[in-house]
C-alpha cells in the first residue's frame, strides 16, 4: 500500500461491535475474563490496549517495520532502550543530540554504570574509532538537533552488523514519511510521538520500531514491567495525527525549502542550516536517504542581541520547546532545549548562543516570511 493508505487504514478497522470507523478509545484498566485462565486476549491495561495496539501497528508500517512498542514519551522510550544494556556496557553517541537525550545519559544511566562516548557521526570513522571491548550499541541521531548534521545510514549499518552492535536511530526530526532508517538495517528506530507524529502540540508520547523479533520481545517485556505505557486517549491522538501526516510533512518541507532559501539571501543571517539547500555540506547525502528535508531550520545570527530580538517580536512564530506541530515555532536551543549541554561542548560542533531554531508549521509561507522581516526591523 501507498503511505498515506497505510497512514489512514494499518491498525484500524471498523469497531466489531458497532462498526465505528474510527478505532474506539478504549479507556479502561482491566478486562472481564470468562473464567480463570480463559480472557479475550485482554487482562490489564498496562500490558494490553487495543487503541494502543493500533498505533503501534499503524506507525510500525509507516516505518516499513514490523514491530511497535509505544511510551509516555520519546524519553521514556530511550530509557527503555538502556534496559537492553546493564552496567559496564558502552554506547557510542552522535554527539549533537537532542538535550534530554544527553541529560538522560550523562546525568542519570551513568550513574547506573553504563559508559558513553559522544562522537561526531557524520564522518562514520569516528564511530570505528570509539569502539571498545564492551561497546554494545550505536546511537544515532539524524538530523541532528539543533545542527541538522546527518549520519550516513547505510555505512553506520554496516559498521553495527561488522561488531554485532544494537544501532538505534532517532528519526523524529524526519518522521517515517521522509526517512525509513530501518531500510538501511538498522535494529531500532525512535520517535518522539510529541513531534511529527502528532502534530497538533497536544500530545506526549513516544514509539520504538524494530523488525527483530527477540528485540520485539525484550522491549515489549520492558514496557510492561516499567509501565511508562501512554494512556489510550493519547493514543487516539496520536491515530488521528498520523492519518495527515503526508500532506502535513509535504507543507512543512515545501514552506521550511522558501524560508531557508529566503534566510540564506539576508544580512541579518551569518548561516543557514537547511538540508535542502545546496549550500548544506551534506545535501548530497540528505538526497539519497531521505525523500523530503523537514520543516527544521537552524540560522545563526552572529549576535545573541539580534536573536533576543527576533525571539521577542516574532508575532506568528511563538516562542516555545518543542518542534512539529501545525503551527511555527520558534526557540533558543542553549538556553531551552538544550540547557543540560555544557556550552564548551556545545561549541565543539559550531553550536554557538546565537543559534535560533524555526520549527516550520503549516500556514501561509509568505505571512513567516514577514513575520520574520518584521520582527529583525
Known sequence: MGFSTDAIHAGQKP??????????????????????????????????????????????????????????????ATHALMALLKAGDHVIVTNNVYGGTYRLFELIMKDFGLEFSWVDTSNTENITRALKSNTKMIFVETPTNPMLILTDLEAVGKISKEHKLILIVDNTFMSPYFQNPLSFGIDIVLHS?????????????????????????????????????????????????TKTLAIRMDRHNSNAM????????????????????ESHPQHNLAKKQM???????????????????????????????????????????????HASVPKAEREKYGFTDSLVRLSVGIEDVEDLIEDIEQAIK
Open 15 to 76: 469497531d466489531e461491535v458497532t462498526g465505528a470507523v474510527i478505532t474506539p478509545i478504549y479507556q479502561t484498566s482491566t478486562y472481564a475474563q470468562e473464567e480463570l485462565g480463559k480472557n479475550k486476549g485482554y487482562e490489564y491495561g498496562r500490558t494490553h490496549n487495543l487503541t494502543r495496539s493500533s498505533l503501534e501497528i499503524n506507525v510500525a508500517t509507516l516505518e516499513k517495520g514490523k514491530y511497535g512498542i509505544a511510551f509516555s514519551s520519546g524519553l521514556a
Open 193 to 241: 510521538q510529541t513531534k511529527y507524529l502528532n502534530g497538533h502540540s497536544d500530545v506526549i508520547g513516544g514509539i520504538l520500531i524494530t523488525n527483530d523479533s527477540k528485540i520485539h520481545d525484550r522491549l515489549r517485556y520492558i514496557q510492561n514491567a516499567v509501565g511508562s505505557i501512554p494512556s489510550p486517549f493519547d493514543c487516539w491522538l496520536i491515530l488521528r495525527s
Open 258 to 277: 522558501k524560508i531557508a532559501k529566503h534566510l540564506e539571501k539576508v544580512s541579518y543571517v551569518k548561516k543557514v542550516y537547511y538540508p535542502g539547500l
Open 291 to 337: 525523500s523530503g528535508f523537514g520543516g527544521m531550520i537552524s540560522i545563526d545570527l552572529g549576535d545573541i542581541e539580534l536573536a533576543k530580538k527576533l525571539l521577542k517580536n516574532v508575532k506568528i512564530f511563538t516562542l516555545a520547546e518543542s518542534l512539529g506541530g501545525v503551527e511555527s515555532l520558534i526557540s533558543h536551543p542553549a538556553s531551552m532545549t
